[in-house]
T-cell receptor
Framework: GAGVSQSPSNKVTEKGKDVELRCDPI?????LYWYRQRLGQGLEFLIY????????KSGLPSDRFSAERTGESVSTLTIQRTQQEDSAVYLC????????????FGPGTRLTVL | SQQGEEDPQALSIQEGENATMNCSYK?????LQWYRQNSGRGLVHLIL?????REKHSGRLRVTLDTSKKSSSLLITASRAADTASYFC????????????FGKGTLLTVNP
């Protein structure tokens, strides 16, 4: 596709349930990022994939959060046993190489944990 | 603590006026980027300025970078109501660490 896509656009779940968020980066982009944005706040870095290198997971807030990426394509962010504080917009971005190039963002997934 | 922080937190101006937003950061960087966000969803890249550049223009946007003061400014000239959005600066941590960190943003409101 022409841009980064994310699905679902909105997700409402109950506390304790697991959720999976999907990101389709721009074709050919080797770098992929996940961010979290709480209401009225800036972006919080979660995880960074660059090609076949080991991902930078330093931003994941707890072991309930994990992410995978298959090669240089789709990525899935999984949140296990969701808590109310996980409610946020989860944004995915991709770039052709790290942040030396522009990051292109998807529209985000708005997660609401009841 | 934040690598990049925008100032002011909120700015309200009239259409046609210029808007200036500032960003300060703490460590050396490779580049600094400005993004716009409408309605709390996806961010749109506006402009990237590298650490060896001092000023860059793109349409009605002008970005400056002062590495000695570790600060950048974004100027939007002849603002329009459609410029109403949150504006974020994003910086890396320099060296080989290209991970971007974002500030909390400046909420710009342009009144018709």
């Amino acid at each position: 596709g022409a841009g980064v896509s994310q699905s679902p656009s909105n997700k409402v779940t109950e506390k304790g349930k697991d959720v999976e968020l999907r990101c389709d980066p721009i074709s050919g982009h080797t770098a992929l990022y996940w961010y979290r944005q709480r209401l009225g706040q800036g972006l919080e870095f979660l995880i960074y994939f660059q090609g076949n290198s080991a991902p930078d997971k330093s931003g994941l807030p707890s072991d309930r959060f994990s992410a995978e990426r298959t090669g240089e394509s789709v990525s899935t962010l999984t949140i296990q046993r969701t808590q109310q504080e996980d409610s946020a917009v989860y944004l995915c971005a991709s770039s052709s190489f790290g942040s030396t190039d522009t990051q292109y963002f998807g529209p985000g997934t708005r997660l609401t944990v009841l | 603590s934040q690598q990049g922080e925008e100032d002011p937190q909120a700015l309200s101006i009239q259409e046609g006026e210029n808007a200036t937003m500032n960003c300060s950061y703490k460590t050396s960087i490779n580049n600094l980027q400005w993004y716009r966000q409408n309605s709390g969803r996806g961010l749109v890249h506006l402009i990237l300025i590298r650490s060896n550049e001092r000023e860059k223009h793109s349409g009605r946007l002008r970005v400056t970078l002062d590495t000695s003061k570790k600060s950048s400014s974004l100027l939007i000239t002849a603002s329009r109501a459609a410029d109403t959005a949150s504006y974020f600066c994003a910086t890396d941590l320099g060296g080989s660490n290209y991970k971007l960190t974002f500030g909390k943003g400046t909420l710009l409101t342009v009144n018709p």
